[in-house]
């Protein structure tokens, strides 16, 4: 059974921090990309940031160079450095774990709120 648990979110002003975590558990982490994808109040679900099990990272042009995405293998566990925020970040926020091209795993997400 796989099952992520995403936590780290909270409200934060314009312009703070805050860092998510995302444990995995099922032994299939250390080889499978992991991305994180967030949606906003009334939005369709869009994607965030995505890290292979190689270590290479891409961004939605929304958030680069502002957020960094990380994964500790050791850990089972995908981070999402959030730096520079603002009010329109305001999201819940899912990891997600690709197994394969048509097998996927979510989280329950985490509520982040920028507050102007």
């Known amino acids: 059974q796989v099952q992520l648990v995403e936590s780290g979110g909270g409200l934060v002003q314009a312009g703070g921090s805050l860092r998510l975590s995302c444990v995995v558990s099922?032994?299939?982490?250390?080889?499978?990309?992991m991305g994180w994808y967030r949606q906003a109040p009334g939005k369709q679900r869009e994607w965030v940031a995505t890290i292979t099990g190689g270590g290479m990272t891409s961004y939605a042009d929304s958030v680069k160079g502002r957020f960094t995405i990380s994964r500790d293998n050791a850990k089972s566990t995908v981070y999402l450095q959030m730096n520079s925020l603002k009010p329109e970040d305001t999201a819940v926020y899912y990891c997600r774990i690709t197994v394969s091209q048509v097998l996927y795993y979510w989280g329950q997400g985490t509520q982040v709120t920028v507050s102007s």
């Open positions: 099922g032994s299939i982490f250390s080889l499978n990309p």
